[in-house]
DNA sequence: CTGAAAGCGCTTACAG
DNA sequence: CTGAAAGCGCTTACAG
């Protein structure tokens, strides 16, 4: 694999110049047909492995696709049979690891499967996930990744009219025939809550961001344990819009102590929230955990590095990515799924900040 | 725009069953033509605005285009016209925040342009590159954008032979007819060295990971800064060819205080690894900036708020995205670039750490 | 300004 | 196991 840093020469004509007519001087399939002296049909035959075809012609036409260096038009395929190599994939953000992490594991599964990942970014807007829905529907991929449950009428509609295989992230229920992998974000928000309790912590806030749903589950789990104990405040939650980050989550944090100065234990809804949170504390001289102890969630780069180092929730991105990608190849394959809804986990991370 | 976080029905069957045939149930051009009474052609001119079509002919096509719901083709109109409208950009990892805002704005001018953004990650894997771009030019896209001129010869041809125009991000070139949107990344590297001379520091180490391309010419402008004041020292250089991140920053941070422990200012390539290290000296209690001055490159999310603020390098992605977009535009619409190669430079962000 | 014909490069459906 | 014909849904190239 030679590589080469200098930059690259002006761009060269292009190598077959177009032919009489509308010929687009590529090399196609009908080209190694005649090359392997076959007939159209068997070249697509051997080149799906559809119907058995005679070792030596698919020697042949191997041969043949080699020497003249075919590479099929996927455009072509995908009008004739009406469907593409192509999974859509709908994410919130990219701005986020953990997505960054899911599209990751998606990718490293369907491609060696020889489908194509498209990256759609929804912004966490409705009106925009549908637009990308629409557009890449058109497409007729093969299959769909989207993220959680959350969306208009007219994207589930256009889902679900599409009959493409679809299957949700990150979140799960037990409705039928949804197909889904993910973990209780309730449960997750649920135990991490306990453990600052555990921790003999009373006062305990919970302080987001960005507000999507999974973060409005996290906030269910945080209230239930609260309230198990008698100790539920809603004073203490700090909910804002804006987008997550660390920054935000200092100012966050700063608040939260003016309004409520006796607060013992702070559960951020994202980690970038909390590790700004974290900053803070250090330059307003709050001792954490001794003062007040800090958790995160999701596990994000660098909580492991902070001052002191962040309990978080580690949430199985990766794995939900990778699982998904399976169950949807299942899906695209026709077959039949072990369970439509796959139920990961999570893991507390106990570290020094609680 | 109704929304509903409950999970979604169990899909329903497609609304349009397959009919007899091939037919694929969808509506097509040639219904909306029978829909308002002209030739197919027609409705297709109509609705690429290509000639001009009698404007109560115009209103007939989109009153029954809204009518039927009609969606072109992509495939169809890909086969039929030898271009899409894709654009394909290849961008190294989409951990590191920086790619992230290049693609977003990216994203930005191509989707209200029609374009459809496709995302392929290289992992800084010439082969991984040479696989995507066979794979998304065989799409036959619209247009191309890579990052920076490092790539195999074989990827090189690939994208010449194709006749795609491409444009080159992040890095510049003053060779004749190569398209390119970025900065100097070894000036700014230098810039950045001189202004930790310009504080005072004389044993100046610098301290990179991942080592490609980019990085490499950041290294050249800090030894060319420090050569020039005859203060260059080759083993004040760490570089680590692991990915970057905090924790790498913070392992490299301790090993170089280790080995020079006179260093009296680090410049770290990326403020990942810069960030990773103010927190490592805040674990060591070596105080920043008063024994050791930090500084980073890119000004990512955080680098605000660390302890203390760091100074850094802001490179301009979000504008070289969307000006490599609008070249990349025009040069897809045929019309002349005014330069082919455009320096969009870069700022010192002063902050505390130096 | 509008249209009938042909064709883009594949795969499906039907035969044998 | 192999193939000839038709067709997927558009746009191009040629006419008028």
């Known amino acids: 694999m030679p590589r080469d840093a200098s930059p690259p020469a002006p761009p060269a004509p ?175 928000g649920h135990a991490i809550t306990q453990h600052l309790l555990a921790r003999g912590r009373r006062r305990i806030a919970f302080v987001a961001a960005q507000l999507d749903p999974r973060v409005m589950q996290r906030a269910e789990g945080y209230r239930r344990a609260l309230r198990a104990a008698g100790l539920y405040d809603p004073a203490r939650e700090l909910l804002n819009p804006q987008r997550s980050s660390m920054a935000l989550g200092g100012a966050l944090f700063a608040e939260l102590l003016r309004r409520q100065p006796d607060t013992d234990a702070v559960f951020f809804c994202n980690d970038d929230l909390a590790q700004g949170g974290l900053l803070a504390a250090l330059r307003l001289g709050v001792a954490v955990p001794a003062q007040v102890a800090v958790a995160g969630f999701n596990d994000l780069n660098g909580s492991d590095q902070m001052l002191p180092p962040l309990t978080t929730v580690r949430t199985p991105r990766s794995r939900i990515g990778a699982e998904a990608a399976r169950m949807l190849l299942t899906l695209v394959r026709g077959e039949p799924v072990r369970a439509a809804s796959l139920d990961l986990g999570y893991e507390l991370v106990t570290r020094e900040s609680t």
Chains 1, 2 share one sequence.
Request: charged residues 20%; hydrophobic residues 45%.
């Open 14 to 188: 292009p190598l077959a110049p177009a032919r009489s007519g509308r010929a687009t001087g590529r090399v196609t399939l009908a080209d190694v047909a005649r090359a392997a002296g076959v007939s159209p049909i068997t070249v697509s035959r051997a080149l799906r492995r559809e119907r058995s075809v005679a070792p030596e012609l698919v020697a042949r036409v191997e041969a043949a696709v080699r020497q003249l260096g075919y590479v099929p038009d996927p455009a072509a395929r995908a009008l004739a049979s009406a469907r593409s190599d192509h999974v859509a994939v709908l994410v919130p953000l990219l701005s986020n690891n953990l997505f960054v992490d899911l599209l990751e594991a998606v990718h490293q599964v369907l491609w060696p499967a020889g489908f194509q990942t498209l990256i759609g970014v929804t912004h966490y807007d409705p009106a925009e996930e549908e637009q990308l829905l629409q557009a890449y529907l058109a497409h007729r991929p093969a299959g769909l990744l989207v993220t959680g449950f959350d969306r208009s009428e007219a994207a589930r509609r256009l889902i679900a009219s599409s009959g493409v295989p679809c299957v949700h992230l990150m979140e799960i229920t037990s409705a039928p025939a949804v197909h889904c992998v993910g973990f209780s974000q309730a449960e997750a």
